[in-house]
């Protein structure tokens, strides 16, 4: 089969009990927008969960996108770096471009309650082999120096999975080798 | 399936927040080499993930070195390069506790649609034909100086069906408390700038004027801003609020 070529996602959970200053820094200033937010969609303040506000107000799910402004500039600050997801050598390499920010849950006199996501998808990578639990990967824009391409084994695990996949056309000549 | 299509129907279908720093698509990657690491975060991978594998840890030189950054909407120009006339938007807020006193330290949040109708939110809402998946364009958030007043430079709203031109405003208390939800209305008629506008591109067959609006329809005369200039030069709009501080 010939390599594929895929997009992998890491979802990255913070909550309160979250510790390093990016992290924490997300959180913090994640809740406060949503505390603003919020009060677009409960003007009465009758609810307090935002499982509550999602479940009984209409256009409420316009919330993940209100209080994404509060993260993005802490998401550029990465300069398209995937945090946490190392190779099996222990170093950070995958690069994002795209990211999805999401609630998970919040409670506006709770702030113990509130869980954020990160959804970062990496740029395209080749998938050429699997090893165990480990992927063999290289970079998609990589262009073979004297037949050679360099790699990176990256292991499966709790919280990453592939977002998109591509194979190629059986006549496209991509890849073939 | 093109990736570019492929993505494209994926993030039209998207439930929460996609951001595009650049696309995904096959031809606008940038390369990066295969050992690219000079910096990294400290820590250990998954402690937040609850991640019960076994990886190794992170081997790096430690960085990078978050700092404190406002949300995206705090900033007085917010058109993120969108195209229209010129607007000045200037809103006094004052304080109806305090004989009508002005209100400094209030955030005040506006948006409003592009010159095209439509507003930066991801998802369609089955009322607007164009999905604008990512950033927070003609969004903004000012804190009011000694004069009450609020500063924004944006562009000339556009209109869509069943709303006449309008701003979106809430005004927050100091501590982030909501002190009012409420929108902006326009003159309309002969020498206006609405009339001026005539709606950029689509004209203003259909349009809802604000007797017609059911927001506006119960009377505009405090909602309705003054708006001067023209389409040469920009226009100015000026607008006061009381809210209850």
Redesign the interface.
């Known amino acids: 089969m010939p390599d594929r070529?895929i997009?992998l996602c890491y979802?990255?959970?913070?909550?309160a009990?979250?510790?390093?200053?990016?992290?924490k820094?997300v959180w913090d200033?994640s809740y406060?927008?949503f505390?603003?937010q919020a009060?677009?969609f409960n003007?009465e303040n009758r609810y307090r969960s935002f499982g509550e506000i999602l479940h009984y107000v209409p256009?409420a799910?316009?919330l993940?996108?209100l209080v994404?402004?509060?993260v993005?500039?802490?998401?550029?600050?990465?300069?398209?770096?995937m945090?946490?997801?190392?190779n099996?050598?222990?170093?950070?390499?995958l690069?994002?471009?795209?990211?999805?920010?999401?609630l998970i849950n919040s409670d506006l006199q709770d702030k113990s309650k509130h869980q954020v996501a990160i959804n970062f998808?990496s740029?395209?990578l080749r998938w050429h082999d699997t090893v165990g639990?480990l992927l063999l990967v290289?970079?998609?824009?990589?262009v073979p120096a004297a037949g050679e391409m360099?790699?990176?084994l990256v292991?499966?695990?709790?919280?990453l999975s592939i977002y998109?996949i591509?194979t190629p056309e059986p006549h496209a000549p991509a890849n073939a080798g | 399936m093109e990736r570019k299509h492929f993505l494209k129907s994926l993030l039209l279908g998207a439930a929460s927040t996609p951001v595009l720093l650049s696309a995904c698509g096959k031809d606008t990657v940038s390369p990066t080499s295969g050992t690219s690491t000079t910096s990294g975060t400290t820590g250990t991978t998954g402690t937040t993930s609850g991640s019960g594998s076994c990886t190794v840890a992170p081997t790096e030189t430690e960085g990078p070195f978050p700092t404190k950054t406002p949300a995206s909407y705090v900033r007085s120009n917010i058109t993120d390069g969108k195209t229209g006339y010129a607007l000045t938007i200037t809103i006094t807020v004052n304080n109806s506790n305090a004989s009508c006193a002005a209100l400094a330290g209030a955030l005040v949040d506006i948006w409003h649609c592009d010159a095209e109708g439509n507003y930066s939110e991801y998802g369609g809402t089955g009322m607007q034909a164009t999905n604008y998946q990512s950033v927070h364009f003609l969004r903004g958030r000012q804190v009011t100086n000694a004069a009450g007043q609020v500063t924004f430079t944006s562009i000339f709203p556009g209109w869509y069906s069943g709303r006449a031109t309008h701003i979106h405003v809430h005004v927050y208390s100091a501590t982030g408390t909501s002190l009012k939800v409420t929108q902006i209305a326009f003159p309309e008629g002969s020498g206006t700038a609405v009339a001026a506008v005539n709606g950029y591109a689509k004209g203003l067959s259909g349009y809802t004027s604000n007797a017609s609006d059911n927001v506006f329809s119960d009377g505009v005369a405090l909602e309705l801003a003054t708006v001067t200039g023209s389409t040469l030069a920009g226009f100015q709009l000026a607008w006061a609020l009381a809210v209850p501080a």
């Open positions: 070529t997009c979802r990255k959970i913070i909550d009990s979250s510790t390093r200053p990016w992290d820094l200033d406060a927008e505390r603003l009060q677009n003007p256009g799910e316009r993940h996108f994404s402004g509060a993005t500039g802490y998401v550029q600050q990465l300069n398209e770096r945090p946490d997801i190392l099996n050598l222990g170093r950070h390499f690069r994002f471009e795209r990211f999805q920010f999401e998808v740029t395209p639990q290289s970079e998609a824009a990589a360099l790699t990176h292991q499966l695990q709790p919280f998109s591509q």
